[in-house]
């Protein structure tokens, strides 16, 4: 693993990429500030906001969020999400989602928060499927 990739968990797993394929933004034209790329292991419920995840993003860490380990995800963590992603791209930080279940995936496509469908790379966020 490179100097400038870490891994990271709550009780983790190592994967360490950038999720969006290129490293070089966010997928909003704009470039991400963010110089390190850390992937967290989602363990158990995400039932509410993930503090050490809310840390990383804030020092400007892009992040690559696994749910292999997660099967179920309260309105509350949903919410979570949502605002996370959209603090994301206010300092120009990537966050993606990798390994995530189809009943997961669904819920995000009914619930129609494209920011989730894009974090999942959606074909419809126009790049490649990561879940």
Same mark, same amino acid.
Request: charge should be neutral; include cysteine.
């Given at each position: 693993?490179?100097?400038? +990739? +870490?891994?990271?968990?709550?009780?983790?797993?190592? /994967? !360490? *990429?950038?999720? =969006? *394929?290129?490293?070089? *933004?966010?997928?909003?034209?704009?470039?991400?500030? &963010?110089?390190?790329?850390?992937?967290? &292991?989602? +363990?158990?419920?995400?039932d509410k906001g993930l503090e050490h995840v809310d840390k990383a993003l804030? $020092?400007?860490? =892009? #992040? #690559?969020?696994?749910?292999?380990?997660? /099967?179920?995800? @309260? %309105?509350?963590?949903?919410?979570?999400?949502?605002?996370?992603?959209?603090?994301?791209? @206010?300092?120009? &930080?990537? #966050?993606?989602? %990798? $390994?995530? /279940?189809?009943?997961?995936? $669904? #819920?995000? $496509? %009914? !619930? /129609?928060?494209? @920011?989730?469908? +894009? !974090?999942?790379?959606?074909?419809?966020? *126009?790049? !490649?499927?990561?879940?």
């Amino acid at each position: 693993m490179s100097p400038d +990739k +870490k891994s990271d968990s709550n009780n983790g797993s190592d /994967h !360490a *990429g950038n999720g =969006n *394929g290129n490293g070089n *933004g966010n997928g909003n034209g704009k470039p991400a500030l &963010a110089f390190e790329t850390r992937s967290i &292991a989602l +363990k158990g419920p995400l039932d509410k906001g993930l503090e050490h995840v809310d840390k990383a993003l804030g $020092k400007g860490i =892009n #992040v #690559v969020l696994d749910f292999s380990d997660c /099967h179920f995800i @309260s %309105v509350d963590g949903l919410e979570w999400l949502e605002e996370l992603l959209l603090r994301a791209d @206010s300092v120009g &930080a990537v #966050v993606n989602f %990798v $390994k995530i /279940h189809p009943v997961q995936y $669904k #819920v995000f $496509k %009914v !619930a /129609h928060i494209q @920011s989730l469908l +894009k !974090a999942c790379g959606s074909p419809a966020a *126009g790049i !490649a499927p990561m879940c």
